[in-house]
């Protein structure tokens, strides 16, 4: 290993063990596809068009499957087959009295996006019979395109507590920036039970092409092969090169990551940003949800 090579290991493992994030790291430009941002706004006005009729069967064909509901507070509601998924219009109408709903589309808000996948947030209002809006807020999707088609896969709440005060948000902030890095610390010194202690399950992972795979418990892991890694890929360490909070409540914070793999020398082959939802079960703070983009940098082979 080179000397210099050496150095910037040693300072990048430093600012992972240290919390100190993104001060000397990796900076790829993202690009986003302004394609499948319009494909993921059409899919969600048809997603919302298609709720109005109050049928479970037609909002369905606007979804893909298996879909995910992540409310937070380390549950996550997963429905494999179609048939599986209801709306519960009923219960809307007799608990709230609703009639339907809309989507804020001067509020779409793309995050991230990729030819295959889209992760946006919208703001929604519900109505009563009487027209007046009885609800607004605002609800964070991924969408993907699977099979040619453009549909929703994951929702969750979008919109911060009212009364969440700059204190309490930045306590909470803390501890689920406090569990990433945990993550990486127990990954960089090949502790694969320690990775697994940092999640909530069930555990969601989502590749950038929209693979998907979900561990029930903690017995199902997933369990990073570290051997593998060291002989297929080189794979030497890993750095968090950004992580900033977009959405904050009391049991649940969207984290928009961007890691990177380094070979022994010093030399990084793989940059992918990423959201990670982590949550909290009772008093465990958990990474919940990993939903990778492209990579901007991978040399993964050459």
Known sequence: ?????????????????HGSIGDAQVRDAEVGDAAAETAAREALDTFITQWNTAEDANLRRAMHFPFVTVPGGGALVIDNEPDDFSAGFDQMRASQGWNRSSFD??????????????????GFSRYGADGAAYMQSRVFYIVTKQDGRWGVKLRTSAASPADLEADERAEIVSAARQTVLDFFTAFNA???????????????????????????SAGDGPRPNFVQMRQGENWHM??????????VTRDKVHGELTFTRWHPDGTRYWTVPALWIVTRAGDHWGIQVRSLMPATFDVRGN
């Open 190 to 216: 090949g502790d694969t039970e320690g990775t697994v202690r940092t999640l909530n399950h069930p555990h969601l992972f989502m590749t950038a092409t929209g693979g998907f795979s979900v561990a029930e």
């Open 105 to 122: 589309f001067d509020s779409y808000r793309v995050v991230r996006s990729s030819p295959d996948k889209v992760h946006a947030e919208i």
């Open 1 to 17: 290993m080179s000397r210099s090579g050496a150095a910037g290991i040693l300072a990048a493992f430093a600012l992972v063990a």
């Open 238 to 247: 890993s750095t968090i090169d950004d992580l900033e909070a977009s959405i």
